[in-house]
């Protein structure tokens, strides 16, 4: 660890992560500001929880799990593909409901899967009837309608799919969060919505480091920040976890992790799409297909708590007492005028890559220009 701009004149800023938001905000500042930036990860590598490598065999595979880049945010889009070609790609996926593949999230067509047809012909009458076109309706407004077969919809979307699910995902949480408890009053089978989705032909990895590629951007892995508390910066930008941050003074944040356990290039596996869930009977969560030119890597997808030093924080538990604590914290920090903090740990937001973006670019036209600019004028500096 050299850190040569530690020893510049001028005072350099800090950016603390080098996943997608540091990244960001790094590129911001060194290239529009022009000032220099120490960019620093506890990580060997870039990239934190979108990164990426090569397997043995080429096939490009994402540590923790497939990440499809998904915005209607034209000023994002653009911003992200300044730094490297995006292949356009909308994820498919599936859940296994009482031994059949089902759309996620269910839709239209889902219903001829799961029932018999003259039941799944009664609920798509009434659910195109009752509701707009394109929409998603949750299990609780289902209920609104005072329906039998609307209410046994709601049912099952709860006991078959949601509940078992959060299940697997948040089993102490106090308040369950429920992933998927709603139908989509469409036929549209992708997993995401939004106007632009696809996934960058290099890899994540690859992109970030294109982003870093600057004069005055010095990257340093396997640097922890406690390292650099005593040091001098002009500004520190700080996208790991707020309590980390402030030694854990009043307590530690819970957040989920997730692992992947590569179980091979089985030929065999008939898996067509990227990602197939499992609600139910297993011990993981989904299992993950990675394909490239070389043929296609499977992999296991397995929820667990966090744990202090053993592996990532994946997902953070905004649920009531651990939320007050991360209140707690991010009022503390309000007395250090130059610490920001920001992206999916620092603002403690299950939060997209698009959102990281966008948080980080505001935050940047918020720092350069003034408070009311949007970040369309941000953007347009970019490369
Ligand atoms: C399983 C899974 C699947 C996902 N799929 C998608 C998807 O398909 N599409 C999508 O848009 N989003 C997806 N996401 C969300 C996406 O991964 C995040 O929005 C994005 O990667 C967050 O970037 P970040 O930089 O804010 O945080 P992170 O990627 O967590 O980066 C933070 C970095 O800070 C470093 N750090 C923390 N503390 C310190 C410290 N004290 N010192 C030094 N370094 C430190 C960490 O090592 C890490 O590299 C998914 C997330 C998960 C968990």
């Not at 197939?276 to 296609?296: Q, T």
């Amino acid at each position: 660890m050299k850190n040569i701009f530690l020893n510049s004149r001028e005072k350099p800023n800090l950016v603390v992560g080098a996943g997608l938001c540091g990244a960001v905000i790094a590129e911001r500042i060194a290239n529009v500001l022009n000032e220099k930036v120490l960019i620093i990860d506890k990580n060997s590598y870039v990239g934190g929880l979108c990164c990426d490598y090569k397997n043995r065999s080429g096939v490009l595979v994402n540590k923790f799990g497939i990440h499809v880049f998904h915005t209607s945010n034209k000023p994002v889009w653009n911003y992200i593909n300044s730094f490297g070609e995006f292949n356009t790609f909308f994820h498919k996926v599936f859940a296994y409901i009482d031994g059949e593949l089902v759309n996620l999230p269910l839709n239209i067509s889902s219903l001829r899967v799961i029932f018999p047809e003259s039941l799944a012909k009664r609920l798509e009458y009434k659910l195109l009837n009752l509701f707009s076109y394109n929409s998603d309706v949750s299990v609780n407004f289902l209920r609104t309608a005072g329906d039998s077969d609307l209410d046994f919809l709601a049912d099952f979307i709860l006991d078959k799919l949601s509940k078992p699910y959060a299940e697997k995902l948040f089993p102490n949480a106090l308040q369950k969060d429920f992933p998927y408890d709603f139908i989509r009053i469409s036929m549209d089978c992708r997993y995401y919505s939004e106007k632009f989705q696809g996934v960058p032909k290099l890899g994540y990895t690859s992109l970030i480091e294109n982003m870093l590629r600057s004069p005055n951007i010095e990257l340093s892995l396997n640097t922890d920040y406690n390292y650099m508390i005593s040091k001098n910066f002009k500004r520190i930008f700080f996208t790991g976890s707020i309590d980390d941050c402030f030694n854990y003074k009043y307590g530690m944040l819970k957040y989920k992790s997730v692992e992947m356990k590569i179980i091979g290039n089985a030929e065999f596996f008939a898996q067509d799409c990227s990602v197939v869930k499992y609600p139910e009977d297993f011990d993981f969560s989904a299992i993950h297909k990675f394909k490239g030119n070389a043929g296609s890597i499977f992999a296991k997808e397995y929820w667990s708590d966090y744990v202090y030093g053993g592996n990532a924080r994946a997902y953070p538990l905004c649920d009531g007492e651990n939320f007050k604590l991360y209140k707690q914290y991010k009022k503390y920090s309000k007395i250090f005028p130059d610490l920001y903090f920001l992206g999916r740990q620092g603002s403690f937001k299950p939060y997209s890559m698009s959102e990281v973006i966008e948080e980080a670019l505001r935050l940047f036209d918020n720092l350069a220009f003034s408070a009311d600019k949007s970040i369309d004028g941000v953007v347009d500096n970019c490369r």
